[in-house]
């Protein structure tokens, strides 16, 4: 059989960084044809060269599709020929509904206009492929980032697709979800459909995949092949980076003291359904040196609650009370919950983390001004110093600390976020799904630095939807479903099937 597509030593380069070189990638008819490698490795550059993003001239090497050289200028010349790809930077518009969205530019049309009721039809039934249940009407603003994805992916489905290209679909969805999605990939394989999928999550790579190519520094590793047998994720992580990794979870000793955050009787209108609460009745607490897991499904109204404590920047008609070390504090904007001790690191990176057309220094060192600062003036030499650290420890993939942020891999972008939160030393911290994205070394080294910063003292709330994760390095785990805890769980009596358990009974915890 012949490979529907070959990349043949595919170079390409930005001002000062070698983003790939003489690359090779070939997919077969029918294959899930997986593509791995650290964060800046070059994948996302591979797909942006595949699908005319970066248009021929601008890259070296030679692109065959369907036996022929394809010469793509833009990406409406790869979609042409089927080739459909869904960016890890969603490009949903916020303000439109999931429908305008799904047909952005060829809506089906009745007598020339466009025909609402069928926009309304078709994306209803493509939404019911990808298993989203919402309202087609609803604005893409409203929804999370997780379910954005699926809208992406119900809108590669309205188009003709041969190959159908996803970098990192699944990392903003939960287990459910990502299983639906991997299914809809078989599902795919079986019509004849060929993708490629890109992940952090190896568990995944290796359930669906047919053959998987390695990426290291913008050269390709190899290519494994799957038919024998499935692939143990060790091996997977060995060719990926080009040293030992002993473990997942660095070990800790936990030293924890007294509560040094309460949130009492707290209660969150969800502003799209007036009169109901999102978040009802939470009581948390956090102790000193406490590393504190909160698990859940998505929608489960985790965002929406630390969202809500952090500046009041979720929800309306908020009710309860937030006390730290003893004392009520006031955390009514976002610069009274820093002033505070609080910091909340997003899941949504694009939308509140970075300054994009900033450097990784100062995006780093801009939380905390008075770290880098002597007697009120900025020590350049500090900053660089604290920047530079945090550079090498996350191994945040850039030519220098003076590299822009906004032309960072995805990967290495939450790294920066991380980075600037872990430098502002906050009393509390809450960690909102802060390894999404990030491959399986620089994990590592995160977590060792959250373990550093309970150490010191201070606490930290962890949000996440990778279960593995939360046992790995919380010490408690809180269970939420439907804005209410109904599970809660010390670190040696935790499990994943305890947890799901939960989720499942909905007991409230009083
Ligand atoms: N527009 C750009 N300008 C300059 N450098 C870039 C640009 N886009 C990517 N790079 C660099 O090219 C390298 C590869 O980036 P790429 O986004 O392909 O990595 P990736 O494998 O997708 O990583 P991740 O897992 O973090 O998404 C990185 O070092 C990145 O900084
Ligand atoms: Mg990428």
Redesign the pocket.
């Known amino acids: 059989m012949n490979a529907i597509l070959e990349m043949r030593g595919i170079s390409k380069s930005?001002?000062g960084?070698k983003?790939l070189s003489d690359v090779n990638l070939s997919v077969m008819p029918a294959e899930i044809h997986a593509v791995v490698?650290e964060?800046?490795?070059?994948?996302?550059?591979l797909m942006k060269v595949l699908s005319g993003v970066y248009p021929h001239g601008s890259y070296d090497g030679q692109i065959l599709f369907e036996g022929e050289e394809r010469q793509f200028r833009t990406v409406n010349d790869s979609e042409a020929l089927g080739i459909i790809i869904i960016h890890?930077e969603l490009a949903l518009i916020p303000l439109m509904s999931i429908a305008e969205n799904i047909f952005l530019g060829n809506a089906p049309t009745r007598f020339g206009v466009i025909d609402r009721s069928a926009v309304f039809e078709q994306s209803r039934a493509l939404l019911d492929k990808v298993g989203l249940k919402d309202n087609p009407d609803t604005r893409i603003a409203d929804i999370g980032v997780g379910k954005q994805q699926l809208v992406e992916i119900a809108k590669a489905l309205s188009k003709k697709v041969r190959l159908l290209i996803l970098d990192e679909p699944t990392a903003s969805l939960n287990e459910a979800d990502s299983d639906a999605l991997l299914n809809l990939l078989m599902e795919f394989r079986r019509q004849g459909i060929s993708s490629i999928l890109i992940s952090?999550k190896l568990n995944e790579i290796s359930r669906v995949a047919d053959r998987i190519t390695v990426?290291r520094d913008g050269r390709t590793v190899g290519t494994i092949d799957c038919h024998e047998g499935p692939v143990p994720e060790d091996e997977i992580i060995r060719r990926m980076v080009d040293r030992d990794l002993e473990s997942r979870f660095p070990k800790r000793v936990p030293k924890i003291g007294e509560t040094i955050f309460e949130v009492r009787d707290w209660s969150v209108e969800d502003p799209l359904r007036p009169g109901r609460d999102a978040v009802h009745k939470l009581n948390f607490s956090v102790r000193a040196g406490e590393i504190v897991g909160i698990a859940g499904l998505m929608g489960a109204g985790r965002t929406e609650f630390a969202m809500s404590v952090f500046g009041r920047s979720w929800g309306r008609n908020i009710r309860g009370e937030v006390q730290m070390h003893g004392k009520p504090v006031d955390l009514t904007t976002v610069p009274r919950a820093i002033a505070a001790g609080l910091a909340y690191v997003t899941e949504d990176r694009k939308q509140l983390g970075l300054l994009l057309d900033e450097d990784i220094r100062k995006n780093i060192t801009l939380a905390h001004l008075n770290g880098v600062s002597n007697r009120g003036v900025l020590d350049d030499i500090a900053e660089l110093k604290t920047a530079e650290g945090y550079r090498q420890r996350m191994r945040i993939?850039?030519s220098s600390v003076y590299q822009d942020t906004g032309?960072?891999?995805?990967?290495?972008q939450q790294k920066v976020v991380l980075s600037k939160w872990l430098f502002a030393e906050p009393e509390v911290l809450i960690l909102d799904e802060p390894t999404r994205?990030i491959?399986v070394g620089a994990k590592y080294e995160i977590y060792s630095i959250i373990n550093d910063l309970a150490d010191s003292g201070k606490g930290v709330v962890m949000i996440s939807s990778e279960m593995p994760e939360l046992l790995g390095i919380c010490d408690r785990i809180m269970v939420m479903n439907e804005g209410q805890f109904v599970g809660a769980f010390q670190r040696e009596e935790a499990s994943q099937e305890k947890i799901m358990r939960a989720i499942m009974r909905k007991e409230i915890l009083q």
């Not at 964060?39 to 550059?45: D, F, I, M, P, R």
């Not at 032309?407 to 290495?412: D, M, Q, T, W």
């Open positions: 930005f001002t960084v983003a490698g964060n800046g490795a070059g994948k996302s550059t890890q952090h990426l993939r850039s032309k960072l891999s995805g990967g290495n994205g491959d």
